[in-house]
């Protein structure tokens, strides 16, 4: 006598066949809501802007008048933002995490320090900018300058390098080290020399990710104060800037259409900045990726 129920079997697996199809089904449509969604803003953005985009766009300040606005300044500004964030988070980040995964000891501690890191990766933007108001325009006196705009995006992004750098680091099989230490190897000889390069694809698509997000923000660089119109280039950290998503946001502001058009125009060149930027994070994970 079979213990088996072959028709309680096909039941059962006849309601778990429904139930996958039509998860099948939710979660395609809920991929394929996103995607339209993006291309109907991408063709929105494209078709309303594509019609400015020239030279002149590229090279003309800012203008009460949009057939001669441009974004140079913003251009310019963005690259003087990025000068300072990329060092200053990525040498910030890559550093905490060797320590808290190499050096730390594991106790409560070090887990509440994990924890709070991780929280940190979720906060809102504009709280990041009321602490740069705070400490860097204000406390250390720097002003509305590229300094304390790199300083304060560095704050923003830094729980995003320090986890993606953990991740990368955690993912180095043990045997590497092992190798290491078997050749002699002290500690840090194995951080600089296996441990780095091994984990150099996952921190630089880690931090080149945060880099997009920090190049994309409004809302801290309005807090601590920058420009919004600015017709002249930064000379050096100390000074005023203006940045692409600062210009984009006081374009849509005014009131009149060509305005809105002008907006849609630099939204193409920031994405185009953004898909640049990625791009070359893909070519350096491929580059120094290892199979182990």
């Known amino acids: 006598m079979s213990l088996v129920d072959k028709q309680v079997i096909q039941n059962k697996m006849s309601k778990r066949s429904v139930k996958n199809q039509i998860m099948n089904k939710l979660f395609f449509s809920a991929t394929a809501f996103g995607i339209v969604v993006l291309i109907v803003l991408l063709y929105r953005v494209f078709s309303e ?14 203008s009460r008048f949009p057939e001669e606005a441009g974004i140079k300044a913003a251009i310019v ?11 200053v988070s990525l040498l910030l980040g890559v550093g905490t995490a060797i320590y808290l995964e190499e050096y730390a000891s594991r106790n ?11 929280n940190l990766a979720g906060v809102p933007s504009i709280v990041f900018g009321l602490l ?18 790199g300083l304060t995006m560095s704050l923003l992004i830094l729980p995003i390098i320090v986890v993606s750098s ?7 099989p043990k045997n590497q080290y092992e190798a290491s230490f078997a050749m002699g190897a002290t500690k840090w000889q194995t951080i600089r020399r296996v441990v780095l390069p091994a984990a150099i694809p996952g921190i ?14 409004t809302a801290p660089l309005l807090m601590i104060g920058a420009l919004s119109f600015i017709a002249y280039l930064p000379e050096n950290v100390w000074s005023g800037f203006t940045v692409l998503p600062i210009q984009i946001f006081n374009w849509t502001g005014r009131p009149q259409e060509e ?5 849609s125009t630099g939204i193409i060149v920031l994405l185009v900045i953004l898909l640049f930027m990625n791009s070359i994070a893909v070519i350096i994970r491929n580059k120094f990726s290892k199979r182990f």
């Not at 953990?166 to 180095?172: D, F, M, S, T």
């Not at 630089?204 to 923000?217: H, K, V």
């Open 49 to 62: 802007g594509i019609g400015h985009l020239d030279w002149g766009f590229l090279t003309n300040f800012a």
């Open 77 to 87: 500004g963005s690259l003087w933002l990025m000068a300072v964030t990329a060092p």
């Open 108 to 118: 409560k501690f070090t887990r509440f320090i994990q924890i709070n890191i991780s």
């Open 132 to 149: 740069g108001l705070t400490v860097f325009v204000r406390l250390m006196e720097m002003g509305r300058s590229i300094m304390a705009g």
């Open 166 to 172: 953990q991740e990368a680091i955690r993912a180095i």
């Open 204 to 217: 630089l698509t880690g931090g080149i990710l945060a880099l997009s997000r920090a190049i994309g923000e």
């Open 259 to 263: 305005f809105h058009l002008v907006a």
